[in-house]
T-cell receptor, first 110, second 115 residues
Framework: SQQGEEDPQALSIQEGENATMNCSYK?????LQWYRQNSGRGLVHLIL?????REKHSGRLRVTLDTSKKSSSLLITASRAADTASYFC??????????FGPGTSLSVIP | EAEVAQSPRYKITEKSQAVAFWCDPI?????LYWYRQILGQGPELLVQ????????DSQLPKDRFSAERLKGVDSTLKIQPAELGDSAMYLC?????????????FGQGTRLTVV
C-alpha cells in the first residue's frame, strides 16, 4: 500500500504563476523526497528534506515538512512550460523503504 | 555522472510467456529497489535488496514474479507467465543508505506491454 498521498491530483496554471502540491503520509520517516516524471520517462530527484528539517529551498523549489501533521508541500515559483510533468512525493522509512504517493499532474500553460 | 542502467527500454511479450528485466545500480550502492508503475499511478515497491539479501518483497506477486541479486550488484526481475495486467513501467532504483540520509536514484525504466 502507498504511504504518500498527493493533493491535488491535477493542477493547471498559467506560466509565471506559483504551483503548490501537498503530500500526506502515515508512517514515521527518515526523510521525504520529491520527484518529477515527464511523460513516459524515469523519475528525476528534485529535493530531499530530512525529518529534523522544516523547510528547504533549491532554486525555484521550496519544500516544507510538518512531521506532527505528517505532511509536506512543494512550491514551484514562477512556473515555466517546461515544469509540466507529474510530481511525486516519496517517504523513506527507517528500513530504507521508499514509498511513493499517487502523484500530482501539473500542467503549465504558456 | 553515474546512472542506474536498465534494459531493455521497451518489451512487448505475449501473455503466458516469460520476460526478464535487468538493472545495474550505481557503483557502491548497497540498496536496490524494483518498482512497478501503472500508467497514471505512483510507483509501487515490488522488492528491496540490501546487498544480495531481500529486505522487503511483501508486494511482490510471488506466484509469477521473482527477483535476484546474486552478487549484490546487478539484479534481474522475472515474470513467468506474463499476464495482460502486468503491462506497466518497471523501474529500478539504488541508494547508499550507509552514506547518510540520501535519495534514491532511478533508471529510465522498462516499459512492458503484454499482448
Amino acid at each position: 500500500s502507498q504511504q504518500g498521498e498527493e493533493d491535488p491530483q491535477a493542477l493547471s496554471i498559467q506560466e509565471g504563476e506559483n504551483a503548490t502540491m501537498n503530500c500526506s503520509y502515515k508512517t514515521s520517516i527518515n526523510n521525504l523526497q520529491w520527484y518529477r516524471q515527464n511523460s513516459g520517462r524515469g523519475l528525476v530527484h528534485l529535493i530531499l528534506i530530512r525529518s529534523n528539517e522544516r523547510e528547504k529551498h533549491s532554486g525555484r523549489l521550496r519544500v516544507t515538512l510538518d512531521t506532527s501533521k505528517k505532511s509536506s508541500s512543494l512550491l514551484i515559483t514562477a512556473s515555466r512550460a517546461a515544469d509540466t510533468a507529474s510530481y511525486f512525493c516519496a517517504v523513506k522509512t527507517s528500513y530504507d523503504k521508499v514509498i511513493f504517493g499517487p502523484g500530482t499532474s501539473l500542467s503549465v500553460i504558456p | 555522472e553515474a546512472e542506474v542502467a536498465q534494459s531493455p527500454r521497451y518489451k512487448i511479450t505475449e501473455k503466458s510467456q516469460a520476460v526478464a528485466f535487468w538493472c545495474d545500480p550505481i557503483s557502491g550502492h548497497a540498496t536496490l529497489y524494483w518498482y512497478r508503475q501503472i500508467l497514471g499511478q505512483g510507483p509501487e515497491l515490488l522488492v528491496q535488496f540490501q546487498d544480495e539479501s531481500v529486505v522487503d518483497d511483501s508486494q511482490l506477486p510471488k506466484d509469477r514474479f521473482s527477483a535476484e541479486r546474486l552478487k549484490g550488484v546487478d539484479s534481474t526481475l522475472k515474470i513467468q507467465p506474463a499476464e495482460l495486467g502486468d503491462s506497466a513501467m518497471y523501474l529500478c532504483a539504488s541508494s547508499r543508505p550507509e552514506a547518510g540520509n540520501t535519495e534514491a536514484f532511478f533508471g529510465q525504466g522498462t516499459r512492458l506491454t503484454v499482448v
